[in-house]
C-alpha cells in the first residue's frame, strides 16, 4: 500500500543555517505530495504541494522538488528563523485519502 | 470564507462517557476526513466521508467509534464509552472534491480530548 516515510527528529539547528527534512514515499500510480506544518497547539497548514515528478513546489523560503527516480520530496530551506520551529509533516495524495508520514520536530535557537 | 471550524477545542471525559466532536468543513466543500493524533506520533487517518455517506473507515477502530456527516449540519466525530487510550488530538480536514492530484485538505484546529 501507499506510505510515507520521514526522517525522525527532533531536528536541532541555530538560526540561519540549512536545513533538509527528508521524506520518501511509496506508492502505486501518480500520486501528489505535499508538506504540511503544524505549530505548536495548532492544526496543520499546507506549506507545499507538487502534483507532478520534476515539479518544484516552493513557499515562505521552503522548497521541495518530486523526484519520481528516487521516490522522494525532501523538504530544504536556505536560513531558518527561530518561528520556523514546527512539526513539518509530508503527505502523499492522489487516492481518497491524505496518508502522512509521522512527522519531523524541527527546533531552531537564535 | 471561514476555515475548517472544529469544536469543542478541548474535551474533558471521564472513563464510560461518551465524546462527541463536532466539524463544520469550509463553505462548499462536501468532503470530510478525520484524523487522530497521539502524543508525538503522527497523523493516523480514520474516516472519510461525503453527505450523507461514509467513504473510507478503514481507519477506524470497529468498537465504540462511529462518524456521519448529514445532509445538513456538521460531521460528527463520536466515540462512546471513552478509554484512557482515545485520549488524542482528533483533527478533521475538508475538501472540495476527494483529496488527489491538485487537490489539498483544508485542517481544523483539532479537538483534544483528554479521558481521566
Known amino acids: 500500500g501507499n506510505s510515507v516515510t520521514q526522517m525522525e527528529g527532533p531536528v536541532t539547528l541555530s538560526e540561519e543555517a540549512f536545513l533538509t527534512i527528508n521524506c520518501t514515499y511509496t506508492a502505486t500510480g501518480y500520486p501528489s505530495l505535499f508538506w504540511y506544518v503544524q505549530y505548536p497547539g495548532e492544526g496543520l497548514q499546507l506549506l507545499l504541494k507538487a502534483t507532478k515528478a520534476d515539479d518544484k513546489g516552493s513557499n515562505k523560503g521552503f522548497e521541495a522538488t518530486y523526484r519520481k527516480e528516487t521516490t522522494s520530496f525532501h523538504l530544504e530551506k536556505g536560513s531558518v528563523q527561530v518561528s520556523d520551529s514546527a512539526v513539518y509533516f509530508c503527505a502523499l495524495g492522489g487516492t481518497d485519502k491524505l496518508i502522512f508520514g509521522t512527522g519531523t520536530r524541527l527546533q531552531v535557537f537564535p | 470564507n471561514a476555515g475548517v471550524m472544529q469544536n469543542p477545542r478541548h474535551l474533558v471525559r471521564r472513563r464510560g462517557q461518551e465524546a462527541r466532536l463536532r466539524c463544520s468543513p469550509m463553505?462548499?466543500?462536501?468532503?470530510v476526513y478525520w484524523y487522530r493524533q497521539l502524543p508525538e506520533e503522527g497523523l493516523k487517518f480514520m474516516v472519510y466521508?461525503?453527505?450523507?455517506?461514509?467513504?473510507?473507515e478503514s481507519g477506524m477502530p470497529k468498537e465504540r467509534f462511529s462518524a456521519e456527516f448529514p445532509k445538513e449540519g456538521p460531521s460528527i466525530l463520536r466515540i462512546q464509552q471513552v478509554v484512557r487510550g482515545d485520549s488524542a488530538a482528533y483533527f478533521c480536514?475538508?475538501?472540495?472534491?476527494?483529496?488527489?492530484?491538485?487537490?489539498?485538505?483544508?485542517f481544523g484546529q483539532g479537538t483534544r480530548l483528554t479521558v481521566v
Open positions: 480536514a475538508s475538501s472540495p472534491m476527494g483529496v488527489g492530484r491538485n487537490t489539498e485538505a483544508f
Open positions: 463553505k462548499g466543500h462536501s468532503h
Open positions: 466521508l461525503q453527505k450523507e455517506n461514509i467513504i473510507d
